[in-house]
């Protein structure tokens, strides 16, 4: 960061409920939710953010257990109780010691409301936490138990460095450090080779454990519900997942020649949990993928690291629900000039993308001409993906050549992307604009900070298809930060329907930044940069803005990015961190 920036909030303390003292949310996908018992009202329901679905399990001792992927610190759990209002749950909430499931809260819940209520204890490390249901009390008594909704909150286990959103750690836990996971308390079935063989074998249920090893010419293929997991360093040159409930977890990928295989992790499905891998193949066209034929639903792709492959990290053709979140995404270039190279692109409804990070994608470094971007979804000439109710949140795009998020309509005038919300992001790029939103219906834009303006304009909203415009915007509480150009493009007011408190900063310290960062192809990339999660911190701080927070005066704005009350007064909420 340029020295420009002025008065850092690094010592800042924060607040009750605020979300550094909450941590952050690790509620993982769909497809790590299981339990003992259900009727027709699934488990997978309870992550669903949809308060009128449910879990509901008979008997006392019913459980519904959330898979956390890997040893996480875990400090509170919020319930939303079905028929909260006139019932009171009766339960406990237990997490895995490694050997046995532990107690960390007994009690009840209040009985005075449907929505999320907290139940906090003393920190716990644990891969795996559930709900042990004993019935409820109330609405006379009954032995159901049922939840609408779930949240766990915490942060990286020790073995990680910390939570992104304290600036006080000095690495947060993003991606793999590329050396598996060590666990073998629940492994049913030890690979000393090739680990095919030993998928093949296996039933479902069963844990197979990988010992260290080089298979880099080896393809592994899982096609059932097996947990599949490198006790160490294990290379291999790809991995297909399809079927039902697969996890692979802590593998090495690096391909092999140009586009063969193209995609390092290639999946289809549903329920499948793809955690703690290291992609690095500088020939995967696709670091992971879903199959764009038949791509999956309610699957979990967590804490992989995607560094030095030759176009994109992960790629979404289509599908649902599927959960994206704290991996480490860097240094991607591309040697043969063929294509562009983005963090992400995203097709498909219902898709989480949070916690990520996304940094140091330079145009300059391979050949060719290549967009740089974070994310981006769009419209082929020659076929139709749509792409809707997608959250992209909390997550930090740093040092970026082109654009923080792209979204175009642009083969019929048709809204086939639509509905996105785009929120509590940290967004540094250094295109024609930071966001640019072409013929989209209705989008949410709120509580990120922005910096950009180098070549063009921070946001762009404008048509990219005859008879459709963009139209439905809601820019609320955002901080947009400008080298020097525009902060909107001609017209690009237009499409707001609501322009809710927005602080607009000039800082021509971010076209030295750029310069910098785009003149300087070669510099080494580290893999975390600690400074990324204080800088913008003292970015946010120009303009003296602790005294303009923006009071919830938009419709459903009473939260902010992390559940918490919607900071007021002298105060404002911006990015994964929170000010005043």
């Known amino acids: 960061m340029a020295a420009a920036v002025i008065a850092a909030l690094a010592a800042t303390p924060a607040g009750p409920g605020t979300a550094r003292a909450a941590g952050a949310q690790i509620t993982p996908g769909a497809g790590a939710i299981t339990a003992s018992t259900s009727d027709e009202n699934e488990p997978a329901n309870v992550v669903d953010h949809d308060y009128t679905t449910r ?37 406990e909430l237990q997490y895995w010691d490694g050997s046995r499931w532990v107690t960390a809260y007994d009690g009840e819940s209040s009985g005075t409301t449907t929505g999320l209520e907290s139940f906090g204890f003393d920190p716990v490390q644990t891969s795996r936490v559930r709900y042990l249901g004993h019935g409820y009390t109330g609405d006379g008594e009954g032995d159901w138990n049922s939840l609408t909704e779930v949240e766990v909150w915490g942060g990286p286990g020790d073995g990680d460095p910390g939570d992104p959103g304290d600036p006080g750690d000095p ?47 080896s393809t592994l293929t899982v096609d059932k519900a097996v947990t599949v997991r490198a006790n160490g360093v294990v290379t291999l040159r790809n991995i297909v997942i399809s079927g ?19 995609t390092g992790i290639k999946f289809s499905g549903s329920g499948h949990r793809i955690i703690n891998n290291m992609i690095r193949g500088k020939h995967i066209h696709y670091a992971i993928a879903c199959d764009p034929e038949n791509c999956a639903s309610d699957v979990l792709i967590s804490r992989n690291t995607v560094t030095r492959t030759n176009n994109f990290g992960v790629v979404l053709w289509g599908g649902d629900n599927i959960v994206v979140e704290w991996n480490n995404i860097y240094d991607l270039w591309s040697d043969d000039g063929n294509d562009d190279v983005d963090g992400m692109r995203v097709w498909g409804n219902g898709h989480i993308i949070r916690n ?34 997608v959250l992209v949140e909390n997550n930090y795009c740093v040092r970026v050549s082109g654009q923080c998020l792209i979204l175009q309509n642009g083969r019929r ?32 834009i709120e509580n990120n900070i922005l910096l950009g303006g180098v070549d063009g304009h921070v946001v762009t909203f404008h048509s990219t298809v005859d008879g459709l415009e963009t139209t439905g915007v809601r ?81 459903d704005f009473t939260e902010d990015v992390d559940g918490a009350a919607r900071v007021q007064g002298a105060a404002i909420d911006i990015g994964p961190f929170e000010l005043g």
């Open 356 to 389: 990520n990070y996304i940094h140091d994608l330079n145009v300059n470094k391979g050949e060719g001409e290549p967009h740089a971007d974070c994310l981006q979804t769009y419209q082929h000439s020659s076929e139709t993906r749509e792409s809707s109710d």
């Open 475 to 555: 820019m609320r509480n955002n901080i947009l930060v400008t080298a020097g150009g525009s902060v909107y493009a001609s017209g690009s007011r237009d499409a707001l329907i609501d322009d809710t408190r927005n602080i607009q900063l000039t800082d021509e310290s971010i076209h030295d930044d750029w310069q910098e960062f785009e003149n300087n192809p070669d510099a080494p990339v580290p893999a975390i940069n600690p400074d990324d999660f204080t800088a913008f911190r003292d970015r946010a701080d120009l303009g003296a803005v602790l005294d303009r927070g923006a009071p919830p005066t938009s419709p």
């Open 171 to 217: 690495e947060p836990g993003y991606g793999t450090d590329g050396n598996g996971n060590p666990r073998t308390d629940d492994c049913t079935e030890f690979a000393d080779s090739d680990p095919q063989q030993a998928v093949d074998d296996a039933s479902p249920g069963d844990v197979i454990c990988v010992r260290p090893g080089d298979h880099r010419d």
């Open 55 to 91: 879990w509901s399990g008979e008997g006392d001792g019913a459980w519904l257990q959330l898979d956390l992927g890997s040893v996480m610190t875990v400090s509170h759990i919020k319930l939303a109780v079905y028929k909260g209002t006139t019932r009171q749950n009766v339960f």
């Open 244 to 262: 039902t409930g697969a996890v692979v977890d802590g593998f090495t990928i690096v391909g092999d020649a140009l586009d063969d295989p193209s």
């Open 413 to 444: 005038p048709v809204p086939d992307i639509r509905d996105f919300t785009y929120r509590g992001n940290v967004c540094e790029s250094f295109g024609s604009q930071n966001i640019e939103l072409g013929s989209i219906a209705g989008s949410t």
